[in-house]
């Protein structure tokens, strides 16, 4: 598959995602996109979750910011999103059997998961948060800010990419252990076997219906944070819609949840 075949290839399949949850709304945004919406303005409500103040030094935000992982954003993490993403993908796999959605049986299908969902993306959360807070507490207490320096530009640059680089590699793991009946350990070989031929389209996509979304929704800030959170949580099941689709295409399966839905209008 030349270049300009996958890109076009990726813009189908996001015009497929946007198109399947445009379709059936509702219940995925029921399912995916509501519960992490109502969790995240209780703890706006309740101050948890409050952006730092001005002028603070870098030790200063450090310890609030991991009190605040720990407390409130963890639970998220390892509740609240992999049963949500979970059930989500179990909405999609109905609708492929040519199904309609059923919410209650998508969300025992990720309840029965549950261990492997929190073993699998446990560990993806905890390397990427030790990773993340190390760096931070190591560059923000260096003196001078190693941002201002070459080396330290380098050096966060490098980071940066290896975390993107096993980011993309893991991408697959709900979709390995709800479609593909895979434990933790099991789950992260399964997405890098996958990622492995497909590196274009899972970062083009991911972009498309991840990181444009997000920024849109970021511009929402100038609003208020729960019109973020809002955003966030409209927009957020889509790219798990679009990682599904793409997973199927990965295992060598036809997507062809849009010409059943043609088919289905017509009778």
Request: proline content about 6%; some cysteine.
């Amino acid at each position: 598959m030349t270049t300009l075949t996958s890109f076009r290839y990726v813009l189908h399949l996001a015009w497929q995602a946007l198109r399947l949850y445009s379709r059936h709304f509702l219940p995925l945004f029921l399912i995916g996109g509501l519960p992490m919406m109502i969790y995240t303005l209780v703890l706006l409500a309740l101050g948890h979750i409050a952006p730092p103040r001005s002028g603070l030094e870098p030790g200063e935000i450090f310890t609030p910011a991991l009190r605040t992982f720990f407390l409130w954003n963890l639970p998220n993490l390892l509740l609240i999103q992999p049963l949500s993403n979970g059930a989500l993908v179990a909405a999609v796999a109905q609708l492929q059997r040519r199904e309609a959605i059923q919410p209650v049986a998508a969300l025992r299908t990720a309840l029965k998961a549950w261990k492997g969902l929190l073993g699998a993306l446990g560990l993806f959360w905890l390397i990427t948060a030790s990773t993340f807070f190390a760096i931070y507490w190591t560059f923000g207490r260096s003196e001078p800010p190693a941002w201002q320096s070459l080396g330290g530009l380098f050096m966060i640059a490098l980071v940066v990419g290896l975390l993107g680089y096993w980011w993309f590699r893991w991408t697959f793991l709900t979709q390995a252990v709800i479609l593909g009946g895979c434990g933790p350990r099991e789950a992260f070989a399964h997405s890098s076997r996958l990622v492995a031929g497909a590196w274009g389209r899972v970062c083009n996509l991911f972009l498309l219906l991840s990181v444009l979304p997000g920024f849109l929704d970021n511009l929402l800030g100038l609003v208020g944070p729960w019109a973020v959170t809002v955003g966030q949580s409209l927009t957020g099941p889509l790219s798990t819609v679009g990682m599904t689709l793409l997973y199927w295409e990965g295992r060598g399966e036809e997507v062809e949840i849009g010409n059943r839905d043609r088919d289905r209008d017509r009778v």
